[in-house]
Every structure is written in C-alpha cells, then in structure tokens.
C-alpha cells in the first residue's frame, strides 16, 4: 500500500498551504462503473471492481490534499431494485475493500465512518464493518465516511421521528426545535458541514444523497465515469470550488 498519504495526515497535520482549497468535506455520488464496462464491453462487476480501485485513489488524494472528511455514496437504499447477483457483488467488493485496506486506514490516522442504515446489511458484514470502525476509533486524522444503504429521505424521516420521541417525553418542547437539533439527529452529526458534493458520469442530480446537508454545499458535475476518477479529477473539482463565490444568502 502507499505510505506517502500517511506522511500527510499524520495526527492530522498538513504541509503548508495543502488545504487552501478551503473544502472541509467533500462527497461524491460515485456514478459510472456500469457504463465504464459497457464501453469496454465488459460484465458490469468489471465496472464495480474499477469502481473500488478509484475510491483508493481518491481516498488517499483526499488526505494528501487535506481534506478533512471524505464522503462517499457506495450503496444507496434504493439500490436494493438491482439484481440479486449485482448486489452481491458489490457486498463482496466492500467486504474484500474492508479487509485489505482496514491496515492502511489505521496506519494513516483515517477515522472511518458509516452513515445509512448498514446494520440491515448481512450480520457477518456487520461485524466486519463495526471492527473496522473501532480500530480507527481512537485516531485523529482525517475522516472517510461510507453511506450504506443510506437514503436522504429515510435519514430526515428517522432524525424527525427521534425529535418526536424527545418531545413527547417532554425533554424538548415542540415550538423550540431548530436546525440545530436536526442537525444533531442525523447521521452525519459528527461530520463537518458538507462544502462541495461532486457527481461523477455526466448526470446532474442528487438522488436522494445529502439533501439536507447540500443546502448550502457547492454542486459540481463531471462527465467522468467513476472508475476513471482520481487525484487529477478531484483537483480539478477542487480548484473550482475555490473559485465559487459562497454567499450563504447574503450579498
């Protein structure tokens, strides 16, 4: 594995000026792995296993680059519609992802996050994916966070209901809740305010990824297919981001 990452995020730390782009989380809706096989008249497994090798790459570009939270869409819950055969491949892809790169996540300081409901996913997979989170527990560097049969909506639909549950028990009057509060009720709570979400294979929309969270976020789509992504294409997002004008509102 490459250990030049780990020179960079070490406790967290970064070299002069690496994090000027100013982009505290990023996230991808990583799109494209099916038509990738497609075009090279491959299975579409080709196209996920290509998929996995550019999350690597970018992975490790995130830290060299300093960003400090690393958002990926890897399964979503509607994508429970596909093939039973597509959709063991890509349980088997994250498995074998967890498992041989879980060491190099450690060894570069990476937290290692889950948002969506994963704990639906196979029980053995579960376990897998819990270990993982709690060896990278105690480290201080930046953040990659997987969604797992994650969904927006479902996300917003659970934050809603668990305000509920505290206002019915009386712990927080109805007319008192804010975005604060919702804020702290999903599952990206512990995560930085999303900056930039980046859509990969030419499509311009966010199916069902981070909508609350994008409120303010900058939006960029590229017609690159997922497995072609790498540290060029997330430099270039990146180098637009740092020239949009964010006003949040104001003038």
Partial sequence: MATQASTHTQRGVFPQGFADHGARHVAI???????WAKKRLLPRFAGHKAGVDAVRRTARAARELGIECLTLYAFSSENWKRPAAEIADLMGL?????????DELVADDVRLRVIGNYRALEPSLVTLIDDAIARTAGNNGPILAIALNYGSQDEMIRAVQS??????????????????HLDAA?????????????????????????????????????DTLWPDFGSDALVQALDTFKGR???????
């Fill in 163 to 180: 305000l509920a549950t505290r206002a019915a028990a009386g712990e927080i009057a109805p007319e008192d809740i804010g975005t604060d």
């Fill in 186 to 222: 999903l599952d990206t709570a512990t995560l930085p305010p999303l900056d930039l979400l980046i859509r990969t294979s030419g499509e311009q929309r966010l199916s069902n990824f981070l909508l609350w969270q994008a409120a303010y976020a900058e939006l960029y789509f590229t």
């Fill in 94 to 102: 994250l498995r074998r992802f967890i498992e041989a790169d879980i």
């Fill in 29 to 35: 809706i990583m799109d494209g792995n099916g038509r």
């Fill in 245 to 251: 004008d964010r006003r949040y509102g104001g003038l």
